[in-house]
């Protein structure tokens, strides 16, 4: 018995000794590719020596004798510490996933070879004027300087990700910059499934209730149903139809998930310093490590800090001396998708105003891991690329012997949007930049500009020239072969609306309706909010001057105007009625939430139980409006919608209707289906919870969670490589954390502020500025995830363009040498 205790040990020891071992070389290899930021490399394709200063926060400050240098210095830094990243974006574009991942991601490289953006975008690379051109092909180089120096040095693949998946990197091209640009584009658009979802439930409900569920935001506008345009989608298994789920890597946002963004900017006689402020949010899927990448470049016209991304050249968001700049979308409607009529005869031909077509055909390869590689044949119609039905979820509305184009601006073969970005940095000031707008091709975006002194606004993007007599108006699929529903090509830039030097020097925007024209100059009919410009515009003119802080308190701010609004209206039977019930009863536990409710202020903090109440509330009273009428469509609706609330409870155009569940015989009114809905919201979140009401914590759901893209999923590494916080704002506050409306988390916060930032044109060196995680993709780097707490408690950070002090408090200092 002692032999065997011996050597059962000696075994155990054994195991635990390799797999000590082995846990130690893993952690030796990934550490191998961790960047020394102070170190010296001699490389090719520069014309002098460049300088990479890191300060405290890894940030890099870039200094070069050139232009040229610095973008090349860029193109070093990004490479140095989200090559993995950029690499994933540029598969993503190519539709080259599938080499690494297998059949998983099969889908999402079809989609991406069927819309071509990388064909499109390696044709735009002849589009490029001299200057954007060279700024490109000295960022690639950058790029591919930093890979030979992993290869040269053993640098572990530059990426720990690399050990696992192919560790061949393909040098960057400018094409790959461009191509990342219309990535961005797709993960920003959402028009094409609005269209979809809009007529899959056009097939169900009558117009009066179509109008409630996809109403205009504000105002009135024509309702045009599926069936009016395609008689045979009439039935209702079209629309009820079950879509796939999303596969791996998907880039294409669910309803409600696509860009978003705040951005306000106040003149120089309304800020109390007396230089105008800019202060900027773009909010994105919350990712590890985020989008943005913080850096400074010291061009010949002076520096630029701000937000970059990795694998684009220029600073997306941020100022100069000079100017600053923000983003947030604009919610153009540019994309229209038309339903093809396929030549029952020839289905190599599609019907055209002068009749049948040929379409153009290409084929294409796409090499899987593991598997045969499997091969497309790629059409397009006059009116862009032919998808399928598994893409858009368009198998749910297209009739037999039809299949869907799409046309989109992002599609563009002469695309010049970075040359807007280049020009921004370089611009002495108002004019210079609302000029750098003139070459912005997708994805549409409102551009918020101050030089220290005006401000103005600037809708960038090329828009679609549709026809007045187009059928649908763009709100769902048309027929692709009337003339009357194709585009007339895109609009003169001058078109686009802009705001400049606004009487009582104020400008925000929070992705809100921001024109009433009719169509087709309207711009859009969905826009991304309806809620947060009533409390942005409180705030804004709530004081006669602003400052640095008044604006940071505005992007922080987490009251909701929905919850301010809806609640007294959904509520207003339901307060303070009936008698005192009796404890741990269904009733009693009513009574104690609506208890708080009415106490509450909207604010959505972390710390509160009320937020949570009143978000499980409005979902589930969503719900119970509209799962009867809906049937299985409902789950398509995952997210609040206030409006549609507001309307139900207003009785609007008569939407109370809604409260009547159509298969029950008595009548309900609106009153009984809240209250059923509290309690149904009620049993959930004790469930979930525990029976304490007061106990709740809206952080305790409203959990940010910036994952890993790929490694995030994988048990154990999970732990590692995801980043997950509690946080305050919801899906309707200044501080948005979208919420992602399915179950079982229905609260998690999934997009939110992925960089802020506050610019004072008084004190330009007092701006600030953050990011959602931190600068380094490593997750055993100290810089993964350092700006992820100071982000989550509303913190921000210095931005200086002094390049002494960049110097004084510099952590490492990359040198870079041109080879002799």
Known sequence: MERLFRWTFRIVAAVLLLAGLAIGVVYWLAWRSLPDYDATEVVAGLTAPVEIVRNTYNVPHIFGETDADVFFGLGYAHAQDRLWQMTLMRRTAQGKLSELFGQRTLRTD??????????????????????TLAMLEAYSAGVNAR????????????????????PQIAPWQPADSIAIVKLMALQLSGQASEEVLRARASLILPEERLRDLHPDVPGKGKVVLASDLFPTLSQTQFAQADPEDDPFLWPVPRRGLSGASNAFAVAAERAAAGGALLANDPHMGLTAPTIFYLARLQLSTGGAIGGTIPGIPVVMVGRTNQLGWGLTSSYMDDQDVMMEQLNPDDITQ????????????????IKIKD??????????????????????????????????????????????????????????????????????????????????????????????????????QGRIPAPGWVEANRWKGTKPFEENPVWTDPEGGLLGNTNNKTVDTPFPDHLSFVWGDSQRVQRMERLLQARDVHT???????????????????????????WFTGDSAPADSVQRRRQVALELLAAWNGEMSEHLPEPLIYSAWMRFLQQRLIRDDLGPLTSEYP????????????????????????????????????????DDALQFLEDRYGSRVEAWRWGDAHEARSDHPVLGDIPGLGLIVNIRQSTSGGDHTLQRGRTSGELPDPFLNVQAATYRGVYDFADPESSVF???????????????????????????????????????GAVGITTLLPVP
């Open 639 to 678: 997210l609040m919608e206030p409006l549609f609330i507001e309307r139900v409870f207003r009785n609007t155009d008569g939407a109370g209707a809604w409260c009547d569940v159509i298969q029950s015989t008595a009548p309900e009114t609106c009153t009984e289906i809240a209250r059923q809905s509290l």
């Open 110 to 131: 079809e989609l991406l070879r069927r819309l071509g953006l990388y064909r499109a975008a390696v044709r735009s690379v002849a589009a490029q004027d001299d200057e």
């Open 350 to 365: 599609y019907r055209t105003p002068d009749g049948w077509a040929d379409f153009e055909t290409e084929r294409t390869i």
């Open 147 to 166: 890979i030979e120096v992993i290869n040269r040095e053993a640098r572990g693949r530059g990426a720990p990700e690399f050990f696992l998946f192919e």
């Open 371 to 472: 598997a045969q590689p499997v091969t497309l044949t790629l059409r397009r119609s006059v009116n862009g690329p032919i998808l399928t039905g598994r893409q858009f979820d368009l198998g749910t509305v297209t009739p037999q012997g039809y299949v869907p184009a799409l046309s989109w601006t992002a599609l563009a073969e002469d695309d010049t949007s970075l040359r807007t970005g280049l020009d921004l940095m370089r611009a002495a000031d108002l004019d210079e930049g609302l000029a750098a707008a003139r070459y912005f091709v997708a994805p549409s975006q409102n551009l918020m500009l101050t030089d220290g002194k005006r401000i103005a606004m600037q809708v960038m993007g090329r828009q679609p020239d549709r026809d007045e007599l187009h059928q649908s």
């Open 770 to 808: 953050i990011t959602s995680t931190g600068q380094s993709g490593h997750p055993l780097s100290k810089y993964y995830d350092d700006l992820g707490e100071l982000w989550r408690r509303g913190e921000y950070i210095p931005m200086t363009l002094d390049p002494d002090l960049a110097r004084a």
């Open 548 to 574: 640095r802080a008044s604006l940071m308190e505005a992007q922080l701010d987490t009251v909701s105007f929905a919850a301010r609004s809806l609640l007294p209206l959904v509520g207003r039977d339901l």
